[in-house]
């Protein structure tokens, strides 16, 4: 009697699973490394993603390209979560975070092959972590400042480094100072939402302004407006919500009317509702996208009709004025009183140039606001990658056993964020790395790839600077998804649901539910 086999599972339900598995979804994270490896360092590559719909978007920020890819693989999906949550916390280092996973898991794969089990693996990460972790507290250079002006220096050399592996490297001057005035202008909270960003196609990167207020584009126009006055002083602002325009009737509507008198009644009532909200709003004592920005910083509250306005519920600015920006008609709010915001306007060329300057300025707004949170600041360029990867090598030589190898693993794997720099750059990475570990075994701690001589330099006095907190997020995220990855020894695809249900509208096997994929 042959055993009755037990289905489990549905039909057409696909497994896989042990040590095949794992490597396999190690290898599926390499590609994705791969999409992202060249865009790294100020030499780094952009690239030019295609949706569906023939969007063309071009940029080299790790978080962008893995969103736009659809990522359909489990396991890969992991370094896209990733990379989301390094852009989210951080908003730079994107692109390091994802090959710093990649590689670690790319060092291990000969270990999980001889079948080393991945709980020691994951136990000698964690360690490893923890270690490079606090050494980086350690080495962190503190950059509390009082003198005013040292301290606005040290956010633009910050700022500067993280512009210069972006698109607008070339402005990164003209930019790392708008950015740092952007930040200081806001409280202390620094909400990023009180930074505006409006694009306006047409004119030179340089021509990109900071208004210190509100500016959004010119939303509405009116009979005689060339003549009113395109600037007031001291004035109230009436937040409202509220349709001020003539409505047509629904097309089915029928008005009977015996006479043209009859017929102007009508008209006449029409504008009389009109006049009538306008009325309210002049005796409230006003003179009429980013409604909700008004308001946090000019004060009062948005109004949905106009029935009780009075004086308390009126915002104030300083000053209104009417601009012309390229070929856009703008306004814009100063003098603000209640919150501190600012607007950049950006100009440029093609929709994707000036799309991607916004996404590098973001970045650099994030690394700006994190300086001033987290004052402390680490050397970049791969300097803090190369003296973690000696401190964990020095500390593997102590440890016995296999968490001496694995740790050795993890200290070699850091160097790829130098080697990929000298790669993008078409430098020899091998030269320029045993230079490096030269440097850091004679206490160089702050060497890293020197990318404009192609050679190795004091990174720290040449002001390539990055707020710790950033290497820290990357460290723990990057090791948290290897760990995760290596977890995984068991992948279980459900069926895709069948589209032919049964007649009579009943659900047909696994109609309308999700399915895993």
């Known amino acids: 009697m042959m055993p009755t086999p037990v289905i489990l599972l549905k039909e057409g339900t696909d497994t896989s699973q042990g040590i095949p598995q794992l490597i396999s979804n190690i290898n599926a994270c390499q590609v994705i490394a791969e999409a992202v490896r060249t865009t790294l360092g100020p030499r780094g590559m952009d690239k030019l993603m295609v949706d569906g719909r023939g969007k063309a978007t071009i940029s080299n920020d790790g978080a962008t390209i893995l969103k736009l890819l659809d990522v359909v693989h ?38 999980v092959e001889e079948g080393l089990h991945p709980q020691t693996i994951i136990r000698a990460f964690r360690t490893a972590t923890n270690l490079a972790v606090n050494k980086i507290k350690d080495v962190a250079v503190s950059v509390k400042k009082d003198d005013k002006q040292e301290q606005r220096q040290l956010l633009e050399k910050c700022a500067a480094t993280a512009l210069n592996s972006k698109l607008i490297a070339g402005q990164k001057d003209f930019f790392s100072k708008m950015v740092v005035d952007a930040v200081i202008s806001l409280d202390e909270l620094l909400s990023l939402k009180m930074i505006g960003i409006k694009k306006v196609q047409g004119g030179a990167l340089e021509d990109s302004q900071l208004v210190s207020g509100v500016a959004f584009k010119k939303t509405f126009s009116y009979a005689g407006f060339e003549m009113q006055p395109k600037r007031y002083e001291n004035l109230k602002i009436a937040l409202l919500n509220v349709e001020l325009e003539l409505k047509a009737e629904k097309d089915n509507a029928e008005v009977r009317v015996k006479s043209v008198e009859d017929y102007q009644a009508i008209v006449d009532a029409e504008w009389n509702i009109l006049y009538d909200k306008l009325e309210k709003i002049y ?3 006003a003179k009429e996208e980013d409604l ?13 009709s106009v029935g009780a306005m009075t004086d308390d519920v009126l915002g104030q600015c300083e000053l209104f004025e009417e ?19 600012c607007t950049i306007i950006l100009r440029g060329g093609a929709e994707q140039f ?32 190369m003296e973690l990867s000696k401190y964990l090598r020095d500390y593997s030589r102590t440890i016995p056993g296999k968490q001496q190898l694995l740790i050795g693993a993890y200290a070699k794997a850091l160097e790829i964020i130098p080697r990929q720099l000298c790669d993008n750059a078409g ?13 850091h075994a004679q ?20 002001c390539v600077w990055e707020p710790s907190i950033v290497r820290i997020n990357a460290l723990t995220a990057a090791s948290e998804a290897a760990c995760l990855i290596l977890s995984v020894d068991e992948t279980i695809k459900n069926p895709r649901s069948s589209m032919d249900g049964p007649p009579g509208g009943g659900r047909g096997r696994g109609r309308g539910r999700p399915h895993a994929h």
């Open 354 to 385: 000036t799309e991607e300057t916004e996404r590098s300025l973001h970045d650099a707004i994030m690394i700006v606001r994190r300086a001033i949170k987290n004052d402390s600041i680490v050397a970049g360029g791969g300097a803090i990658e």
């Open 443 to 462: 206490g160089g701690m702050w060497y890293g790839v020197d990318i404009n001589n192609e050679d190795i330099a004091d990174n720290f006095a040449a």
């Open 283 to 285: 005796k409230s004592g």
């Open 323 to 341: 601009v012309q920006v390229g070929g856009e008609r703008y306004n814009f709010f100063k003098g603000c009183p209640k919150a501190k915001t």
């Open 292 to 304: 909700r920005r008004t308001m946090m910083a000019c004060g009062g509250s948005i109004q949905t």
């Open 74 to 111: 489990p396991a890969a999906k992991t370094l896209v979560d990733i990379a989301r949550s390094q852009d989210a916390e951080v908003g730079d280092g994107t692109t390091s975070v994802t090959l710093l996973a990649a590689e670690f898991l790319k060092q291990l794969k000969s270990y």
């Open 427 to 439: 430098f020899d990475a091998t030269n320029i790395l045993n230079k490096l570990r030269a440097k």
